[in-house]
C-alpha cells in the first residue's frame, strides 16, 4: 500500500470513530511515515519536483494560520495564504501529505468548537471566543508534542526548499495580527491544550 494510500486509511480510521486519540495517532503516525518513507535530499543534478497545494477548509476560520504553523514545519514544509487559503509549498510528495494532515486536523478543531458551544448553549453560557480560544491551545499543545517526534526523526526542511521558497515569497505580503484567546472562556484554553497534547502510539494498528 502506497504511503498517501496508509495516511488516508489512517484518517478514515478515526474519522469514523470520532476518537480523539485516533486521530491523535493518525497525526503522529503520519508525521512518522513521512520521515521515513519521504523523498531523500537529492542531488544538484536530479530532478526535483517542487509543488504547491492549496487546503480546503471551509469558513477560512482565522485560527487556520495558525494551524499551518504547526503543521508546515513539523512535516518540513513552507506555508503561505493564496486567496485566502493555506497553500503548502515543497517537493510534491511532502506537500501531500502535510495538506492531508492539515485538512483533517482543521475539520477537527471545527468539530470539537461546534460540540464546546453547543453544549455551553444548553447550559445558557457564552461562546464568544470559544472557537479561537480552543484552536490556540490545541495549536499549542499538538506543537509540543510534534516538535518531540521532529526532533527523535530529525524533521527539517530541506535548504533547496528553503532557498526555492524564499525566490518565491520575496514580495509576500506579511500577516502581523495575532490570534488571542479569550480569557473569559474559562477552561477552554486549557482543553485545548490537554487534546493537542494527547496521544496513543498505534500498536497494534501501527503500519
Do not use: W
Request: aromatic fraction near 10%.
Amino acid at each position: 500500500m502506497g504511503i498517501h494510500k496508509v495516511i488516508r486509511s489512517l484518517f478514515a480510521k478515526a474519522e469514523s470513530t470520532h476518537s480523539e486519540h485516533e486521530a491523535h495517532a493518525a497525526i503522529l503516525k503520519d508525521q512518522e511515515l513521512m520521515a521515513k518513507y519521504g523523498i531523500s535530499p537529492l542531488s544538484a543534478e536530479e530532478d526535483c519536483r517542487y509543488a504547491s497545494q492549496s487546503c480546503f477548509h471551509s469558513g477560512n476560520r482565522a485560527f487556520r494560520r495558525n494551524l499551518a504553523n504547526v503543521i508546515a514545519p513539523n512535516f518540513r514544509v513552507k506555508f503561505y495564504l493564496s486567496n485566502m487559503q493555506v497553500t503548502f509549498f515543497d517537493r510534491e510528495d511532502d506537500v501531500k501529505i502535510a495538506k492531508e494532515v492539515f485538512e483533517y486536523t482543521y475539520k477537527f478543531i471545527c468539530r470539537e468548537t461546534r460540540r464546546l458551544c453547543r453544549e455551553r448553549k444548553n447550559g445558557n453560557m457564552s461562546t464568544n471566543g470559544i472557537t479561537n480560544t480552543y484552536a490556540l491551545g490545541f495549536c499549542r499543545g499538538l506543537s509540543e508534542k510534534l516538535g518531540e517526534q521532529s526532533t527523535a526523526l530529525m524533521v527539517i526542511v530541506p535548504p533547496d526548499v528553503n532557498e526555492k521558497y524564499g525566490e518565491l515569497s520575496k514580495n509576500f505580503r506579511q500577516f502581523k495580527r495575532a490570534l488571542r484567546y479569550d480569557r473569559y472562556a474559562k477552561g477552554i484554553y486549557e482543553q485545548g491544550l490537554q487534546d493537542g497534547r494527547q496521544h496513543r502510539l498505534l500498536g497494534e494498528n501501527a503500519v
